[in-house]
């Protein structure tokens, strides 16, 4: 790109699915758009695809350490490029259930009501959807909430290992359901159905991540009136005397501190980052932090699901799937025949390998799991983490990022996790290896600057602007006021389009609202 201006119209932090999918609307609008990642763009090489590259050299993840609650260092499992963690995401595309605007007890406490109802928000689902090229079936799954109309292309099928899974499942009395899933598997598309995908970028281009789908569209639509700026870190936003309103983001580029100036500013930089630079961000008038002064919510509230990768394993028949993650099930999402609370999602995981299974389990031999991944059908169980205000980002007086966790709600995960390992010896799969995740894997990174309808309980307002300044937003998974159990990334794309057609309304520009009420059930 050319050299930077000192002014530009909009100025967006990040280029994850949030401030990707929020670029992709304005971009028409005609303003000057600055779009900055502190990374550069990832390079498609053979290593995307090397499990010794990702999972053990951790190629791709960023070589900076954080904090946990208790001062000890540890390396996060995120990622710097243009597109975010979704480079790396396994494209998994669902949407909350209807439930989940809603207040949902949990047998570890309340996932607290949205400030907006799923009906609301459905138009711009639909959007999200067809933005991320999503695949898949509606009507299937049980706990589904009404759509105004059908998947953007059909699901991408099973392969015969899980099309047998699907069978026995229904034998049992589940529901199994086509996983919507954004990949570029359809007539024209380059997806090659590889085993690379969940945990790896894609060196096709295949994958519906936020560089392929939202950034690079963006880009060409914005016929030269957005610039990407990349390996480009912003340390603070400025304000002016009276605190109301960001004038400027300090930011270091190409070794030289600058200062940029705007009208609008979005920080889009995910639920820590973004957390974190407004904390940096502190002055005379923001004491706490930019967005803290009403409620002392900045920050707090970080959820991340309770995840656990399962392997069920038998030691008679191999597992020859290539592309693993095609089926769904939420028979355990809300309320259920085992128990009268939620225990969560399951979803397939992309096909396990030896080396990945070793690289997080140095004891075990390579061999041994080789031999497992090769018989093995692989499941990821995810489970709603509740919102703890104890729970929070912070900025050490050196800089570094404090992430103070402890996981709740983890009876209702183990139930899953029981659950699910008694189905799966029934079908044949005896031996069962599970990997819950730890802090270490900070994927589905949400809260910390929650939305609500008043500045005493939350940091922003119900379009995602910061309540207390008039022209700073925050787009990503800063803004969910709770986890639920499916992968965030659909969500965050049609909050964005609620936030992009509020601030086109804000400038007097006409804007086509997405088709309202849902029809089909």
Known sequence: MSELKRFYDVIIIGSGVGGGALANRLAESGRNILMVERGPRLPREDDNWSVDAVFHQKKYATTEEWRDKDGQSFRPSTFYYVGGNSKFFGAATLRFRREDFEDLPHEGGIAPAWPVSYDEFEPYYAVAERLMGTHGTAGIDPTEPPRSGPM?????????????????????????????????????????????????????????????RLVNPALARGKG???????????????DPTGKMVTGVELTHAGEKKRIEADLFVSSAGAINSAAL?????????????????SD??????????????MAISPFKKNRVIFQKSMAINDYYLANTEKPYPLGNIQGLGKLQGGMLTAGAAWAPEWLMSIFAD???DWWLMSEDLPDPENRVTVDPDGR???????NNLKSHNEL???????????????????????KVSMHQCGTARFGKAPETSVLDTHCKVWDVDNL???DASFLPSSTAVNPSLTIVAQAQRTAEHILAQWGETTVTPQASPTVA
């Open 375 to 377: 018989r093995s059908v």
């Open 225 to 239: 009136k957005i610039e990407l700026v990349t390996e480009a870190f912003v340390h603070r936003l400025l304000t």
């Open 297 to 310: 919510q900045l920050g707090r509230n970080y959820m991340a699901h309770n995840n656990t990768a399962l």
């Open 278 to 294: 407004l904390l940096r961000s502190a002055n005379q008038v923001h004491k706490r932090g930019i967005g803290n002064s009403m």
């Open 401 to 407: 990022i404090r992430l103070s966790y402890t996981a």
């Open 152 to 212: 953007p292309h059909p699901a991408i099928g099973h392969e015969p290992e899980i099309a047998f899974f699907e069978k026995k499942l229904k034998e049992r009395g589940l529901h199994p359901f086509p996983l919507p899933i954004a990949i570029d598997y359809h007539q024209g598309g380059s997806c090659i159905r590889c085993r690379t995908c969940d945990g790896f970028a894609c060196k096709l281009g295949a994958k519906g991540d936020a560089e392929v």
């Open 473 to 475: 937003y925050v787009v």
């Open 417 to 439: 996790v029981k659950v699910w390992s008694r189905h799966m010896r029934a079908l044949g799969y005896p031996l069962i290896i599970t990997n819950k995740m730890d802090i």
